[in-house]
């Protein structure tokens, strides 16, 4: 299922205001018989894949065991230490211990392995919002974690439809997840979006990516705009730039630092002359307006190229579908749902 969670909501009581009122409220409601529909919901969902971190389940949480056996997702848990903050191990079956809070985890001494290595986390949570906002145990542990994470980790939370509220309180340190997984499905969080953002997302779910695409006011049309909305590198925002070789459409992916060289990308293709293409053909071939054009998932099939300047990064930010949205994304996801293929077509420089 793909949709926002406006699809799954249950109102929470209108009397319960405070965490403490919500949490009591939240841990009387039955989870565990949805269960296994909410992991299968998962399970078949295209953008799970790669390096997975999951939990151990602790009692009244959703068990995601049959998740750690896909063959498509390597699966990471963490540690709870006795101070500091979670760590994160392989997950070996063979190798948990029982934590004093009921739930198992990695013994010490299992192999570690990096924030920058995630691809997918999996938030357990008493309760989400429809924005996204999680409710916890109150211990701060995941919001630490999620605060470390590079920002194109996707991130899910679990629960069931019932404990998808309209509103939790929220402070200045918590954080959203960008998609709820329930017994219903997987479903995006936050605001709505415009159409073209819309379909932007539909589109890179089905091709394995989950994009959370968010808006700025101020825009994006440009790299060097970009780069201040989110506050990256000028390089880490992979721009998508329609040309025209011998009169064919090709989309060329690169980093904003860098300059498209029409002879490299006509020597490239074999082709005699390539130029930018007008406005009028970027919305006529791609169904988008310049400076929102998305990287994948276009009805036209075009050949697609990245430059190969762009592999110095593992996350990029990539259009979302207007000039004024974007997502970061994992690079090698990015390239995959594109079907670019590699190249040298750039020079450095903006222009």
């Known amino acids: 299922m793909i949709g926002d969670s406006s699809s799954v909501l249950s109102v929470e009581p209108r009397t319960l205001k405070t965490k403490a009122e919500l949490r009591s409220w939240a841990r009387g409601v ?3 018989a949805a269960a296994g529909r909410v992991a299968r919901s998962l399970a078949d969902w295209p953008p799970l894949h790669g390096t997975v971190l999951s939990y151990l389940a602790m009692p009244r949480e959703i068990d995601l065991g049959s998740i750690h056996e896909l063959s498509h997702c390597q699966i990471a848990v963490t540690r709870t230490p006795s101070n500091g903050p979670l760590t994160l191990h392989i997950y070996e079956p063979d190798r948990l211990e029982q934590h004093r809070l009921g739930f198992e985890q990695p013994t010490r001494g299992t192999p570690e392995i990096p924030l920058d290595d995630i691809d997918v986390v999996l938030v357990p949570g008493l309760a989400f919002d429809r924005s996204g906002h999680r409710l916890g145990h109150g211990k701060g542990y995941y919001d630490s974690l999620l605060a470390d994470l590079p920002p194109g980790v996707i991130r899910i939370g679990v629960t069931v439809d019932a404990l998808v509220v309209n509103e939790l309180p929220s402070e200045s340190y918590d954080q959203r997840v960008a998609w709820i997984a329930t017994e219903s499905g997987v479903v995006r969080a ?22 959370d695409v968010r808006r700025f006011e101020e825009g994006t049309k440009t790299s060097a705009d970009a780069a201040a909305a989110v506050g990256a590198e000028l390089g880490e925002i992979a721009k998508s730039i329609l040309f025209e070789v011998d009169g064919e459409p090709v989309l060329v992916i690169c980093s904003g630092d860098r300059r498209i060289s029409e002879t490299k990308l006509a020597d490239h293709l074999g082709g005699s002359v390539a130029r930018v293409a007008s406005l009028d053909v970027v919305r006529g071939v791609t169904g988008f307006v310049a400076g929102g054009t998305p990287s994948l998932g276009l009805d036209t099939p075009i050949k697609v190229v990245a430059d190969g300047d762009l592999a110095r990064y593992r996350w990029v930010w990539s259009a979302g579908g207007t000039p004024d949205t974007l997502y970061p994304v994992a690079l090698d996801r990015l390239i995959a749902a594109s079907g670019a293929r590699w190249a040298d077509v750039t020079d450095l420089g903006l222009k």
């Not at 936050?190 to 994009?211: C, I, K, N, T």
């Open 30 to 32: 039955d989870r565990l």
């Open 190 to 211: 936050g605001d709505p979006l415009p159409d073209a953002a819309q379909w932007v997302v539909a589109r890179a779910v089905e091709l394995g990516v989950a994009p």
